[in-house]
T-cell receptor, first 113, second 115 residues
Framework: ETGVTQTPRHLVMGMTNKKSLKCEQH?????MYWYKQSAKKPLELMFV???????ENNSVPSRFSPECPNSSHLFLHLHTLQPEDSALYLC????????????FGPGTRLLVL | DQQVKQNSPSLSVQEGRISILNCDYT??????FLWYKKYPAEGPTFLIS?????DKNEDGRFTVFLNKSAKHLSLHIVPSQPGDSAVYFC??????????????FGQGTTLQVKP
């Protein structure tokens, strides 16, 4: 497996469910990112982890909870989501720091009913 | 306030001709710019980047031009091919983004290359 992988690729959940999105990078990078892409809107940065430490939390509601157990894995735990949270959730990784290219996974398409 | 803007939501060109995608930014602290391409059901794929110390960077059929005084950059694809049909995102990084490597993205431009 190479690059950045994400599972599941598609997820349908009710507002009372708890689910987790998983991201894994095989690039030896030090930083990992969660983005949200809603229809007709730019990619919105949610969280940044550098060397497993959260360095950015972009005013994301607490119903989204990230976890970075090591530099290769990143999770996004979801609970009591709202229908407006339906979107494409993208994970990315980079060497970390300014001027480094980010490489994206294929995304998880989330639908909240 | 959107710091990176792609004002054309879509662009249609004929195969073999030039495609020009435009991007404007407002933050004078941006000094590193990237273009990504995205196919449906896939994540964005890195295409090409440019640092503010340059005004042009070329990679095969793709060239990015940066006009710092106008806070404008453009991506030229020549010759355009049907496989280039995708959504193109412009992104920027600020010199004061520290160890986050934070990128700010535009809304994207959908390019259609007709055979």
């Amino acid at each position: 497996e190479t690059g950045v992988t994400q599972t599941p690729r598609h997820l349908v959940m009710g507002m009372t469910n708890k689910k987790s999105l998983k991201c894994e990078q095989h690039l030896g990078h030090n930083a990992m990112y969660w983005y949200k892409q809603s229809a007709k809107k730019p990619l919105e940065l949610m969280f940044v982890y550098s060397l497993e430490e959260r360095v950015e939390n972009n005013s994301v509601p607490s119903r989204f909870s990230p976890e970075c157990p090591n530099s290769s894995h990143l999770f996004l735990h979801l609970h009591t989501l709202q229908p407006e949270d339906s979107a494409l959730y993208l994970c990315a990784s980079s060497q970390g720091g300014h001027g480094e290219t980010q490489y994206f996974g294929p995304g998880t398409r989330l639908l909240v009913l | 306030d959107q710091q990176v803007k792609q004002n054309s939501p879509s662009l249609s060109v004929q195969e073999g001709r030039i495609s020009i995608l435009n991007c404007d930014y407002t933050n004078s602290m941006f000094d590193y710019f990237l273009w990504y391409k995205k196919y449906p059901a896939e994540g964005p794929t890195f295409l090409i980047s440019i640092s503010s110390i340059k005004d042009k960077n070329e990679d095969g059929r793709f060239t990015v031009f940066l006009n710092k005084s106008a806070k404008h950059l453009s991506l030229h694809i020549v010759p355009s091919q049907p496989g280039d049909s995708a959504v193109y995102f412009c992104a920027a990084s600020a010199v004061d983004s520290g160890n986050t490597g934070k990128l700010i993205f535009g809304q994207g431009t959908t390019l259609q290359v007709k055979p």
